[in-house]
C-alpha cells in the first residue's frame, strides 16, 4: 500500500499565487487532515473532513480551502500565497473519527514543503 | 487550543529510561490517549494508544490512571535514536466532530 501520498514534496511560490497541495490515500479512511508545522513549532490544524462532502476548520483555517468530493482525495488550496504560509504541510488519516470513536491513529504523509517569497 | 500539556523538553542518557507525562485535565468520557513521535523532516509517527490502566507494546509502556487527566509515556532503555519530540493528544469535539489538536510536544534529547 502507498500510504497517505503528497504532492508535490517541495514548492517555492510568489506573495498572491494560488496553489493546491494533493493529498491521497488507499486504505479506505474516513478521517483526513491536514496540519502545517513552522519551524520548531508543533502541528497546527488547518482544516479536516470526516467523509466524502463534510469538511471542517481546525485552528487555523484562513487563507486555505479544501473539498472532499471522494474518500480518497483531500486537497488543500491556498487561495493568495503570503510569507506567513511558508511552512511544511502534512496530510493525516485515520480510519474513523467520529462523535462517539476515537481511534486517534493518524497515518502521516511525508510532508510538502512550501516556501512563500 | 491544545487540550494537553507536557513538559516542553528533557534530557536523557543512552540506557535510561524515559517517562514522559502528559496532563489531559478535561479528556471527556470516550477519549483515547494516543502518543506520536516525530524526527525532523518527517510525519509524526503512531507510537501507543490507551484508554486506561496501562498499555504495552515493542516500545513503550502507557500508564494511564484510574481519573485519566494524565498519562505517563515511558521508553525503556532509550537509545540516540529515540531523540525526537513527543506528542500527547486526546480528542478535541468542540463543534460536533472530532479532530485531534496537537500540542507543543516534548522534545527529548537522548546523549551518549
Known amino acids: 500500500n502507498a500510504g497517505v501520498t503528497q504532492t508535490p514534496k517541495f514548492q517555492v511560490l510568489k506573495t498572491g499565487q494560488s496553489m493546491t497541495l494533493q493529498c491521497a490515500q488507499d486504505?479506505?479512511?474516513?478521517?483526513m487532515s491536514w496540519y502545517r508545522q513552522d519551524p520548531g513549532m508543533g502541528l497546527r490544524l488547518i482544516h479536516y473532513?470526516?467523509?466524502?462532502?463534510?469538511?471542517d476548520q481546525g485552528e487555523v483555517p484562513n487563507g486555505y480551502n479544501v473539498s472532499r468530493s471522494t474518500t480518497e482525495d483531500f486537497p488543500l488550496r491556498l487561495l493568495s500565497a503570503a510569507p506567513s504560509q511558508t511552512s511544511v504541510y502534512f496530510c493525516?488519516?485515520?480510519?474513523?473519527?467520529?462523535?462517539?470513536?476515537?481511534?486517534?491513529?493518524?497515518?502521516f504523509g511525508e510532508g510538502s514543503r512550501l516556501t512563500v517569497l | 487550543l491544545a487540550k494537553t500539556t507536557q513538559p516542553i523538553s528533557m534530557d536523557s542518557y543512552e540506557g535510561q529510561e524515559v517517562n514522559i507525562t502528559c496532563s489531559h485535565n478535561?479528556?471527556?468520557?470516550?477519549?483515547?490517549i494516543t502518543w506520536y513521535q516525530q524526527f525532523p523532516s518527517q510525519g509524526p509517527r503512531f507510537i501507543i494508544q490507551?484508554?486506561?490502566t496501562k498499555v504495552t507494546n515493542e516500545v513503550a509502556s502507557l500508564f494511564i490512571p484510574a481519573d485519566r487527566k494524565s498519562s505517563t509515556l515511558s521508553l525503556p532503555r532509550v537509545s540516540l535514536s529515540d531523540t525526537a519530540v513527543y506528542y500527547c493528544?486526546?480528542?478535541?469535539?468542540?463543534?460536533?466532530?472530532?479532530?485531534?489538536?496537537f500540542g507543543a510536544g516534548t522534545r527529548l534529547a537522548v546523549h551518549p
Open positions: 486504505m479506505n479512511h474516513e478521517y
Open positions: 493525516a488519516s485515520s480510519y474513523s473519527l467520529h462523535r462517539t470513536l476515537n481511534t486517534g491513529e493518524l497515518f
Open positions: 473532513s470526516v467523509g466524502a462532502g463534510i469538511t
Open positions: 478535561n479528556i471527556a468520557t470516550n477519549d483515547y
Open positions: 490507551g484508554y486506561k
Open positions: 493528544l486526546v480528542g478535541d469535539r468542540v463543534g460536533g466532530y472530532n479532530k485531534l489538536i
